[in-house]
C-alpha cells in the first residue's frame, strides 16, 4: 500500500455527487481537478473544483467514459489521485488498474475486488465458498438452453433470469412458469447482449415479497473491516431506487447484527479495501440473502451519513492514503432515521418520461441538521439528454421515522422546480402515503401502489 498522501484529487464524474465529493475534499485540504464536457462547461462542479479541464463531447462515451483523456488530464495536472464517484468508471476494473500502474491513487478497492463483483454469477461462486447465504439458483457456466431449462425446473417458479454482467435494472426477466422460459431466456439474452456486450446469465428463485436491504461497509488496508448497518432501499421503479431509508424500519437488533456480520464476512472474502455495498434481499421471516456487492459509493449513502454522523467520502479517503479505519465497529452506533428521495426531472403522470432542458428556477428548502441537499444544479442550469435526470438528493434527519417523514414532507413541499417538469409531488404523495408511513414495504411497492400516488 502506499503512503503518498492524497495532495490533488481528480473527480471523474459530473453532477450532485462530484459537488459533494469536491467538498470533503477541499475541507481535507485537498486541491480538487474536475472534468468537464460540452454540455458541463458551466455546471457547478467546475466551479467549485479548484481548476477543470475539458475533456470531450457531451455524450458520455465521448468524455465521462474516457479513462485515456481523465488519465490524462490526471497526469498533467498533477493529481495524485482519482475519485470516481459513482456510474460512469467507478466500477471499471480496466480504469483502476490503470490509476495505479500510473501511480494514481484509484479511490476505491483493490482491481482484484472490482473485477470478482462484476459478474453477478462469479459474485455468487465467491460468496457461496465464504458461506454467504445465497437465494437457490444456477450460476455456473454451462449455458445450453436444455440445462439451463432443466435447472430452471429444479429451482421452481416463479424465478428470475438475470443477466451476469447486467445492472441498473436491466436484464432481468421473472418467469411464472416452465413454458414460458424459453422464450425469456432468448429476450433477457437479446437484452444482455446490447446492454452489456454479454449474454450470460444466471437463474436464481424469485422472492415474491422481499425487502432490498443493503449493508454499507469499509475496509482498510490493514485489514480491518466494519459495517456501518443497513438502508432500506426497497422502494423502486423498474429495480431503480426512489427513496432510500436508514435504518430499516421493524429488523431486529440481532438480524441487523447477523446481516453485518455476513457483509463484513463478504468484503474479506475478496481482500475488500475501501467504501462498499453488499445488497440483500430480505425476507419477511427475518431471513436473508446475498445479491451484489457494490464496489463503489452508492447514490444513498448520505442516509447513513445521517445516522451516524460520518463522513464516507472522508472515510474513503483516509483509507486510500493507507490509514486505518477512523473508527471501530463498538465506536459506531445508529441515531435517529434519515430518509432520501431522489428528485428527478421527469413526468409521472407520462410513464416517468424525463424531461429536459433549462430549470428556470430552483428554490430548495432551507438545510440544517435536519435537511440536506445534495445537487449539481441551480436556477438557470440545463438537464440535458446526456446524463441522467437527476436534480437533486433531498436528505432529512430527526430522531425517529415519523418524524424523519414529517421533515421529508416540509422539505418537499419547500423544493420548487420551474421550467421542467418534476417527480416532487409525487413523492409528497409517497411520502404521505398511509401503506409507506405505516412502513408496510417490499419491492412492489409502488407496482401495488404507484397509481394511488398520481
Ligand atoms: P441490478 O444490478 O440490475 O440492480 P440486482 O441483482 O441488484 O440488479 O437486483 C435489482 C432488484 O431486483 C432488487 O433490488 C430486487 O428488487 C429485485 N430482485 C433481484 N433478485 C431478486 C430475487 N431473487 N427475487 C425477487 N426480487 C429480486
Given at each position: 500500500?502506499?503512503n503518498?498522501?492524497?495532495s490533488k484529487?481528480?473527480?471523474a464524474n459530473?453532477?450532485?455527487?462530484?459537488?459533494r465529493i469536491?467538498?470533503?475534499?477541499q475541507r481535507?485540504g485537498?486541491?480538487?481537478?474536475?472534468?468537464?464536457?460540452?454540455?458541463?462547461?458551466n455546471?457547478?462542479h467546475v466551479?467549485?473544483?479548484?481548476?477543470?479541464?475539458?475533456?470531450?463531447p457531451?455524450?458520455?462515451?465521448e468524455?465521462?467514459?474516457?479513462?485515456?483523456?481523465?488519465?490524462?488530464?490526471?497526469?498533467q495536472?498533477?493529481?495524485?489521485?482519482?475519485?470516481?464517484?459513482?456510474?460512469?468508471?467507478s466500477?471499471?476494473a480496466?480504469?483502476?488498474?490503470?490509476?495505479?500502474?500510473?501511480?494514481?491513487?484509484?479511490?476505491g478497492?483493490p482491481?482484484?475486488?472490482i473485477e470478482a463483483m462484476?459478474s453477478?454469477s462469479e459474485?455468487?461462486?465467491?460468496?457461496?465458498?465464504?458461506?454467504?447465504p445465497?437465494?437457490?439458483g444456477?450460476?455456473?457456466d454451462e449455458q445450453?438452453e436444455?440445462?439451463?431449462?432443466?435447472e430452471?425446473?429444479?429451482?421452481?417458479?416463479p424465478?428470475?433470469?438475470?443477466a451476469t454482467?447486467g445492472?441498473?435494472?436491466?436484464g432481468?426477466?421473472v418467469?411464472?412458469s416452465?413454458?414460458?422460459?424459453i422464450d425469456?431466456?432468448?429476450s433477457?439474452?437479446?437484452?444482455a447482449?446490447s446492454s452489456?456486450g454479454?449474454?450470460k446469465?444466471?437463474?436464481e428463485?424469485y422472492l415474491?415479497?422481499p425487502?432490498h436491504?443493503?449493508?454499507q461497509?469499509?475496509a482498510?488496508?490493514?485489514g480491518n473491516?466494519?459495517?456501518l448497518?443497513?438502508?432500506?432501499?426497497?422502494v423502486?421503479r423498474?429495480h431503480?431506487?426512489?427513496?432510500?431509508?436508514a435504518?430499516?424500519p421493524?429488523?431486529?437488533?440481532?438480524t441487523r447484527?447477523q446481516?453485518?456480520?455476513?457483509?463484513i464476512?463478504?468484503?474479506?472474502?475478496?481482500?475488500?479495501?475501501?467504501?462498499?455495498t453488499?445488497?440483500f434481499l430480505?425476507d419477511?421471516?427475518?431471513?436473508?440473502y446475498?445479491m451484489?456487492?457494490?464496489?463503489?459509493l452508492?447514490?444513498?449513502h448520505?442516509?447513513?451519513e445521517?445516522?451516524?454522523g460520518?463522513?464516507?467520502?472522508e472515510w474513503?479517503?483516509?483509507?486510500?492514503?493507507?490509514?486505518?479505519?477512523?473508527?471501530?465497529?463498538?465506536q459506531l452506533?445508529?441515531?435517529g432515521?434519515?430518509f432520501e428521495?431522489?428528485?428527478y426531472a421527469?413526468?409521472?403522470?407520462?410513464?416517468f418520461l424525463?424531461?429536459?432542458?433549462?430549470i428556470?428556477?430552483?428554490?430548495t428548502?432551507?438545510?440544517?441538521?435536519h435537511?440536506?441537499v445534495?445537487?449539481g444544479i441551480?436556477?438557470?442550469?440545463?438537464?440535458?439528454?446526456?446524463?441522467d435526470p437527476m436534480?437533486a438528493k433531498?436528505i432529512?434527519w430527526?430522531?425517529?421515522?415519523?418524524a424523519?417523514?414529517?421533515r421529508?414532507r416540509g422539505?418537499?413541499?419547500d423544493?420548487?422546480?420551474?421550467g421542467?417538469?418534476?417527480?416532487?409531488?409525487?413523492?409528497h404523495?409517497l411520502a404521505?402515503n398511509?401503506s409507506?408511513i405505516?412502513?408496510?414495504?417490499?419491492?412492489?411497492f409502488?407496482?401495488?401502489?404507484g397509481e394511488?400516488?398520481i
Amino acid at each position: 500500500m502506499t503512503n503518498i498522501s492524497i495532495s490533488k484529487l481528480l473527480i471523474a464524474n459530473r453532477g450532485e455527487i462530484a459537488c459533494r465529493i469536491i467538498r470533503t475534499a477541499q475541507r481535507m485540504g485537498i486541491e480538487c481537478v474536475a472534468v468537464y464536457s460540452d454540455a458541463d462547461k458551466n455546471a457547478q462542479h467546475v466551479k467549485l473544483a479548484d481548476e477543470a479541464w475539458y475533456i470531450g463531447p457531451s455524450p458520455a462515451q465521448e468524455s465521462y467514459l474516457r479513462s485515456d483523456k481523465i488519465l490524462q488530464v490526471a497526469k498533467q495536472s498533477g493529481a495524485n489521485a482519482v475519485h470516481p464517484g459513482y456510474g460512469f468508471l467507478s466500477e471499471n476494473a480496466e480504469f483502476a488498474a490503470t490509476c495505479q500502474q500510473n501511480n494514481i491513487i484509484f479511490v476505491g478497492p483493490p482491481v482484484g475486488a472490482i473485477e470478482a463483483m462484476g459478474s453477478k454469477s462469479e459474485a455468487k461462486r465467491i460468496m457461496h465458498e465464504a458461506e454467504v447465504p445465497l437465494v437457490s439458483g444456477y450460476h455456473g457456466d454451462e449455458q445450453s438452453e436444455s440445462l439451463l431449462q432443466a435447472e430452471a425446473d429444479k429451482i421452481g417458479y416463479p424465478l428470475l433470469i438475470k443477466a451476469t454482467a447486467g445492472g441498473g435494472g436491466k436484464g432481468m426477466r421473472v418467469v411464472e412458469s416452465s413454458a414460458e422460459f424459453i422464450d425469456a431466456l432468448n429476450s433477457c439474452k437479446r437484452e444482455a447482449k446490447s446492454s452489456f456486450g454479454d449474454d450470460k446469465v444466471l437463474i436464481e428463485k424469485y422472492l415474491t415479497k422481499p425487502r432490498h436491504v443493503e449493508i454499507q461497509v469499509f475496509a482498510d488496508s490493514l485489514g480491518n473491516a466494519v459495517h456501518l448497518f443497513e438502508r432500506d432501499c426497497s422502494v423502486q421503479r423498474r429495480h431503480q431506487k426512489v427513496i432510500e431509508e436508514a435504518p430499516a424500519p421493524g429488523l431486529t437488533e440481532e438480524t441487523r447484527e447477523q446481516m453485518g456480520q455476513v457483509a463484513i464476512k463478504a468484503a474479506k472474502a475478496i481482500g475488500y479495501q475501501g467504501a462498499g455495498t453488499v445488497e440483500f434481499l430480505y425476507d419477511e421471516d427475518g431471513s436473508f440473502y446475498f445479491m451484489e456487492m457494490n464496489t463503489r459509493l452508492q447514490v444513498e449513502h448520505p442516509v447513513t451519513e445521517m445516522i451516524t454522523g460520518l463522513d464516507l467520502v472522508e472515510w474513503q479517503i483516509v483509507v486510500a492514503n493507507g490509514n486505518p479505519l477512523p473508527k471501530q465497529q463498538a465506536q459506531l452506533s445508529i441515531n435517529g432515521h434519515a430518509f432520501e428521495a431522489r428528485i428527478y426531472a421527469e413526468d409521472p403522470n407520462n410513464d416517468f418520461l424525463p424531461a429536459t432542458g433549462l430549470i428556470s428556477y430552483m428554490g430548495t428548502p432551507s438545510t440544517n441538521q435536519h435537511v440536506r441537499v445534495d445537487s449539481g444544479i441551480i436556477s438557470g442550469d440545463q438537464v440535458s439528454v446526456y446524463y441522467d435526470p437527476m436534480i437533486a438528493k433531498l436528505i432529512v434527519w430527526d430522531t425517529d421515522r415519523n418524524a424523519a417523514l414529517a421533515r421529508l414532507r416540509g422539505a418537499l413541499a419547500d423544493f420548487h422546480v420551474a421550467g421542467l417538469t418534476t417527480n416532487i409531488e409525487f413523492l409528497h404523495q409517497l411520502a404521505s402515503n398511509d401503506s409507506f408511513i405505516g412502513a408496510d414495504l417490499d419491492t412492489h411497492f409502488l407496482d401495488k401502489h404507484g397509481e394511488e400516488l398520481i
